[in-house]
């Protein structure tokens, strides 16, 4: 079985400021795990992913993910945040040949001024 | 090409109606995959093709009929439906796990129905 948790359901930020949403994983095997960002009535969008190799993965407008298999986590970041980055981010994970994606609860990240 | 097609972006529809979402990628993708979203949740996986045959259904009521009629175009057939089934639905695909594929998603910006 795999599934992911996402413990935060809003995450709060004042532009500038660095960010971090958090996402922890559970599977048998190794994880292959993602990110997707959703604006408001519109698809998901994949930021970055995780396969093998370094840890620091970096995606797309500026974020980045670091995956820790001690602590089974794969929390997204980014240095310096931006109101436009105010959406609503889901961490997703497989295993094997697995053609399912679980997808956590989501976290909604509002930037402000 | 890395998009993914969905039409209509809108539907209404009555309980008694027939209609069908359609779903078009031409990224050679032979994976594509039907997701129902409600507000502020996560996708809810639906179903699978691979290689133009069915290799998941969760479970879905009979009311959503799924469709392949080739590697490039996914369709989903809606009769009889109930307000519970206003959603927002997902089209995506992707590599075939078995070929490869590391099981990134695209995604369709997805069709809004509303059942009245």
């Given at each position: 079985?795999?599934?992911?948790?996402?413990?935060?359901?809003?995450?709060?930020?004042?532009?500038g400021n660095p960010?971090?949403?958090?996402?922890?994983?559970?599977?048998?095997?190794?994880?292959?795990?993602?990110?997707?960002?959703?604006?408001?009535?519109?698809?998901?969008?994949?930021?970055?992913?995780?396969?093998?190799?370094?840890?620091?993965?970096?995606?797309?407008?500026?974020?980045?993910?670091?995956?820790?298999?001690?602590?089974?986590?794969?929390?997204?970041?980014k240095p310096s945040a931006?109101?436009?980055?105010?959406?609503?981010?889901?961490?997703?994970?497989?295993?094997?040949?697995?053609?399912?994606?679980?997808?956590?609860?989501?976290?909604?990240?509002?930037?402000?001024? | 090409?890395?998009?993914?097609?969905?039409?209509?972006?809108?539907?209404?529809?009555?309980?008694?109606?027939?209609?069908?979402?359609?779903?078009?990628?031409?990224?050679?993708?032979?994976?594509?995959?039907?997701?129902?979203?409600?507000?502020?949740?996560?996708?809810?996986?639906?179903?699978?093709?691979?290689?133009?045959?069915?290799?998941?259904?969760?479970?879905?009521?009979?009311?959503?009929?799924?469709?392949?009629?080739?590697?490039?175009?996914?369709?989903?057939?809606?009769?009889?439906?109930?307000?519970?089934?206003?959603?927002?639905?997902?089209?995506?695909?992707?590599?075939?796990?078995?070929?490869?594929?590391?099981?990134?998603?695209?995604?369709?910006?997805?069709?809004?129905?509303?059942?009245?």
């Amino acid at each position: 079985a795999q599934s992911v948790a996402q413990p935060e359901d809003q995450v709060n930020v004042a532009e500038g400021n660095p960010l971090t949403v958090k996402c922890t994983y559970s599977v048998s095997g190794n994880p292959y795990l993602f990110w997707y960002v959703q604006y408001p009535n519109r698809g998901l969008q994949f930021l970055l992913k995780y396969i093998t190799g370094d840890n620091l993965v970096k995606g797309s407008y500026g974020f980045e993910a670091e995956f820790n298999k001690s602590q089974t986590s794969f929390h997204l970041k980014k240095p310096s945040a931006l109101v436009s980055d105010s959406a609503l981010y889901f961490c997703a994970v497989r295993t094997g040949t697995a053609s399912k994606l679980t997808f956590g609860t989501g976290t909604r990240l509002q930037v402000t001024l | 090409d890395t998009e993914v097609t969905q039409t209509p972006k809108h539907l209404v529809m009555g309980m008694t109606n027939k209609k069908s979402l359609k779903c078009e990628q031409h990224m050679g993708h032979r994976a594509m995959y039907w997701y129902k979203q409600k507000a502020k949740k996560p996708p809810e996986l639906m179903f699978v093709y691979s290689y133009e045959k069915l290799s998941i259904n969760e479970s879905v009521p009979s009311r959503f009929s799924p469709e392949c009629p080739n590697s490039s175009l996914l369709n989903l057939h809606l009769h009889a439906l109930q307000p519970e089934d206003s959603a927002l639905y997902l089209c995506a695909s992707s590599q075939v796990i078995l070929a490869g594929g590391n099981g990134e998603l695209f995604f369709g910006e997805g069709s809004r129905l509303t059942v009245l």
